[in-house]
Structure formats: C-alpha cells, structure tokens
C-alpha cells in the first residue's frame, strides 16, 4: 500500500523518487541474478528465455497468485517465491528483474525497480497512461547506469536489420504511408486468449487490491483477474497487445515521433461475451513526418495475418514472415526486388537486455522509444473511448 500511495504523490506532483544505482557494477563475464515479477505464462516464457541466454539464475519470483508461484519452482527450483513484489525488490542479490504483469501495473513497478537500483525489462506496453509514460521517461532520463529494454521484440531481430538496411540504401524515394494489419481467428465459441477459471481464484488466495493497483476500485471478479485483457481498467486490448508492436518496429527504424492526430473506430463485433475492448478496430494516425501509419485489427479471419507495407514513392518494404523490398517501377525501372536473409538469433531481446547490462550500450528499446509508442497507443484508446479524433500537444505534452 506505501508504494501506491507513492505513486499517487509521483502522478499528483510530476516528480519520481531518487534513482538507486546498481549495487555492483557487472563486466563482461559476470552472472546476472534476475527476480520475475508477475509469474504467468509470459513472466515464465520470459523466465526461460532469461536461462536459455546462458551465465544467468532466477532467484525469485513475485505474483499475487499462489498456483503461479507453485509453478515457478519449475523453473527454477531454489527461487525465493513472494506474494508482494517488494521484497523481491529488496533482495541485494538480484541484479534485474522481469515485469510481466497487465499494463496498468507496469509504471509503478518500473519506478520501485529503479528507486532499487534494478535493471529492467518490462513487457510492452511500457506504461498505461500519459502521465505514467511520462514518470518513466523522466526516471530513465536519471538513471544513466540502469538498463531499461521495453519488451518490444521485433526491435532486436533480423527483420528489424534487414529493414533498417533497405531504408539505408535509398530506394524507397518519400514515405507518405504505412499499412499495418493483425488478424486472427479461432474456433466458433472459443474466443481468441480467453482464460480458464480455477476454483482456487477466490478473495482468499489472490491479492485483489495488489491486482488492481492504481485502477478503480471494484469488487472481486475472477473473471476481471483472468482475463484482464478484456477490461479497460487493466488493458488498452488489441491497441496495447498488437499494435504497440508494430508501432515499435518502425518508430525505431524512422524515427517517428509521437502522431500528431489520432482516430480510431471499430466495436465489440463478434465476441459478446462482456468484454469492453473491442475485437475489431480501425486506427489511423497522422505524423509531423508526413506519413500517415494506419492500422487495423479483427478476431474474426486471419487471412491478413500481421503485417505491414511502407510505401515510399520509389519503393515498398512489406513485412510479414519475410522482410522484403519491392521497387516502384514508375520511378525505379532498373530495380529489382530484394529479401531479408538477415536472422533472429534465439532469445534476441532477452540477450540484447543482459549484454547491454553486461558490457554497456543502448538496448534495442529503451524507455524513450517506449514512451513514444506508449502515448501514440494511448491516443488510439482515447479517441476511441471518446468517440472523436484526439491530438498531440508537442510543446504542452498533452492530450487533447
């Protein structure tokens, strides 16, 4: 509850606490003891790949759930399992921690990791809010010995290479657009991430108040815990999820700032099943930089899969399984079409996150990047949980 209430006084006043430094300084060969807060199948999945990288121990997990701390132990048999995820904070032993709860709670976990001297990777989207996004930024701004990687995978891959590496070489002329889909589909009465309910989710065994955090205060609902992802208290739905990722990949290879105008459309179209996100949605999105990135979503047919197509008056790079470069024959007759062979090396972010900790340097997606895509996503949910389209105050920094 203190660090709530902190975070409120943090949101109220602009200010983030003192900045711990590190408490030993790592080289190239050193351990990195990592603490996993939130231990679902993500915080897992992460914990995995966190040992796959070789040189590194989990040494604790924190979730406000038993049965997943239970299964932790899995992982990592001697791991100090808590159900707060302050003394895991506390423990000198451990160098950086994995936060992989639901997007509401990412900003107050951020800022305790950092008053704790931790490293951190923190799963997209980096912050919930305009004025969480902006207490990260400003506590990663002070903290110039802490590693901050925001989970934004594809920023450390070989497509990401491969792409900044058509952009290099000049054929694409003037971007005026960029095309970006995620589609998906499941069996009829399955919706696509619904998950199970278990007789032991009760007021008893779950930390109902430590779940909700700064969200508002509602009565225990297992379904609410779940399946967060279909509330807007916990989540930005398909926006956050989805679209945050493919924000990321080309905010970073074209430097994108924050959009200028934001709108976004869409419903609750198939899946009526008390979910307030929508599961299907159009989003479009104009830059200072003159491209116009637009974005759709669906639940219903996976036929457009996840892509993107970025279209440049002398050439297109279209991503999907595949980076690839295709010229404009118009304005290019002489060039021809080119693919990515650059690849993915496995537990690329993870790895990215250790070296940077390891030996120094800039992570693939730090908090900057992270804030840029964190407040484009929050324009997206507010235009349209309003129902107009929003702007970008660039000299304010506000939303209008």
């Not at 040992?51 to 100090?80: H, K, M, W």
């Not at 496995?346 to 407040?375: K, Q, T, W």
């Amino acid at each position: 509850m203190d660090s709530r209430r902190r975070f409120i006084g943090r949101v109220a006043t602009g200010l983030a606490g003192t900045i711990a430094v590190p408490s030993t300084v790592l080289g190239a060969g050193s351990r990195v003891r990592v603490g996993v807060i939130g231990a679902g199948d993500r915080g897992h999945q992460l914990a995995r790949e966190a040992l796959a990288c070789g040189n590194t121990q989990v040494l604790g997990f924190a979730d406000v759930y038993p049965r997943r701390l239970e299964a932790s132990q899995a992982i990592a048999p001697a791991a100090r399992l808590h159900g707060d995820y302050r003394p895991l904070l506390e423990d000198p032993e451990i160098d950086a921690v994995v936060i992989a709860t639901p997007p509401h709670l990412h900003a107050e976990q951020i800022l305790a990791s950092l008053d704790a001297g931790k490293h951190v990777y923190v799963e997209k989207t980096m912050a919930f809010t305009l004025d969480q996004a902006k207490l990260v930024r400003a506590a990663a701004a002070r903290s110039s010995r802490i590693v901050i990687q925001v989970g934004h995978q594809w920023c450390s891959s070989g497509q990401y290479a491969g792409a900044e590496r058509f952009l290099k070489a000049g054929g694409m002329g003037k971007i005026t657009a960029i095309h970006a889909h995620m589609y998906r589909n499941s069996p009829r009465g399955k919706p696509p991430g619904l998950r199970p309910l278990y007789p032991d989710m009760t007021p008893e065994t779950i930390s109902w108040g430590a779940f909700q955090g700064q969200a508002d205060a509602s009565g225990f609902d297992a379904n609410r815990y779940a399946n967060w992802r279909s509330y807007w208290d916990y989540s930005g739905g398909s926006v956050f999820e989805h679209m945050s990722q493919q924000l990321a990949f080309w905010y970073k290879a074209l430097d994108l700032q924050i959009p200028s105008a934001v709108s976004m459309l869409g419903g609750v179209h198939l899946w009526e099943d008390g979910r307030e996100v929508p599961d299907t949605m159009s989003v479009a999105m104009e830059h200072a930089e003159q491209i116009l990135f637009s974005w759709d979503s669906g639940f219903g047919n996976n036929q457009l899969g996840a892509s993107e197509e970025v279209l440049g008056t002398d050439g297109t790079i279209s991503r999907a399984q595949q980076v690839r470069y295709l010229p404009q024959k118009v304005n290019r007759p002489d060039g021809s079409e080119s693919l990515s062979l650059e690849r993915t090396r496995p537990n690329a972010h993870m790895y990215d996150f250790l070296d940077c900790i390891r030996n120094g340097g800039a992570p693939s997606c730090p908090a900057e990047l992270g804030y840029r895509v964190s407040v484009a996503c929050r324009m997206a949910v507010e235009s349209y949980r309003q129902g107009r389209t929003v702007r970008w105050d660039p000299v304010r920094e506000v939303i209008l």
